[in-house]
């Protein structure tokens, strides 16, 4: 049976898996200092997935700002290239899950990122987010579309308390 977990990364341990995910998922096409650009430190959280107790896929979320209720950045989402694909929509949707309740819980009120994968932008759509508008990122070869997500005053988070699922307001969580 396949015991898939879904944590804020609290250990260097989880750091290191972390970062050893977004290796293999980006290293063999992108020069390090891209992808480890110095600021996965900088007022970040790194959330890690783990099947079964082996990592399997990752995501940074560096605070931007804290004007007009905070900013996030949803980025460096990576998953093990082995991962199967049913298995990899199964952990995008619980990363993406995750990482709303996250924002939520945090008081943010916008959430933004880059996606170059047209398939990704229709996955996150679907979550919320927009393109800016803004013109794309160039890294390399390839073009990385801002986008951006409100999170609305009704907006809800997935709130997990002695074993009972419960959904509360964004306003509730403040």
């Known amino acids: 049976m396949t015991n898939i977990r879904v944590s ?20 063999s096409t992108e020069p390090y200092e891209e992808e480890f650009d110095g600021k996965d430190l ?14 399997i ?11 007009d ?10 998953m093990a290239p082995t991962l199967p694909g049913k298995l990899r929509m199964v952990t995008l949707n619980l990363i993406a899950k995750y990482v709303d309740n996250y924002s939520l819980k945090k008081g943010f009120h916008r959430a933004i990122g880059e996606v170059a994968d047209k398939r990704l932008m229709k996955f996150w759509n679907k979550r919320g987010f927009q393109l800016t508008g803004d013109n794309p990122i160039i890294y390399g070869s390839r ?8 999170f609305g005053k009704t907006a809800k988070a997935l709130e997990i ?8 307001t964004s306003q509730q969580l403040q």
């Open 8 to 27: 804020t990364v609290s250990t260097i341990d989880q750091l290191v898996k972390c970062q050893h995910i977004r290796s293999v998922a980006f290293l």
């Open 42 to 55: 900088e007022m970040v959280a790194h959330v890690l997935v783990t099947e079964n107790d082996n990592p």
């Open 57 to 67: 896929a990752c995501m940074r979320l560096r605070h931007v700002t804290s004007e």
């Open 69 to 78: 209720g905070g900013t996030i950045h949803w980025g460096r989402l990576a």
């Open 143 to 150: 073009e990385f579309w801002p986008i951006e997500k409100i």
């Open 161 to 168: 308390k002695d074993g009972n699922v419960n959904f509360r």
